[in-house]
Each structure stands twice: as C-alpha cells, then as structure tokens.
C-alpha cells in the first residue's frame, strides 16, 4: 500500500479482499442451509472430491482475513496520519 494523499491498493489487496468476500459469503450460505438441513457449503459442493484442495480453500481465505486486518491498520494508519485538508473559504 502506498500513500501520497490517498491509499493505493495493490494486487494482493485486491485479492484478499476477493477472498474475503467470498469466504463470508459461503459462511452466510452455510448458516442459511443450516436452519433449512441443506449443504449450501460453496466450497465443499464444488471441491469436496478434493479434501486437500478444499482445505486448501479455506487455509487461503483464513490467511486473507489476517492479512484484511493488517490491511485495515494500515488504512486507520494512514489516515491518522493524513493532515486534514483546509476548504477554500
């Protein structure tokens, strides 16, 4: 991330954030199957053939959630450390 008056996020953000999302999206999905006794587990329908790749999945979208708080304290940061900017009278 870089800062020059505003916040630049590269592709690692970007990407983590995408795998954020989706995890809590499938984890929205695996609570509502819940309540109706469905397998709505995104991940698991797609690579459950696959155990290692399935957990594979779900080791990457746990370390984007790390990295996302990382992310976060970097944004809260930088604009802590912003000067705010005067409005022109």
């Known amino acids: 991330m870089q800062y020059?008056?505003?916040?630049?996020?590269?592709?690692?953000?970007?990407?983590?954030l995408i795998l954020v999302i989706v995890g809590a999206l499938n984890w929205g999905l695996v609570g509502i199957g819940g309540f109706i006794n469905a397998n709505w587990n995104v991940v698991n329908l797609i690579f459950g053939s696959i155990p290692t790749l399935e957990n594979l999945i779900y080791l990457l979208v746990g370390l984007a959630g790390i990295y996302e708080l990382y992310f976060a304290y970097q944004l809260?940061?930088?604009?802590?450390?912003k000067p705010m900017a005067e409005k022109p009278a």
């Open 76 to 81: 809260y940061s930088a604009r802590a450390e």
């Open 4 to 16: 020059e008056g505003r916040i630049r996020a590269n592709i690692l953000d970007w990407a983590s």
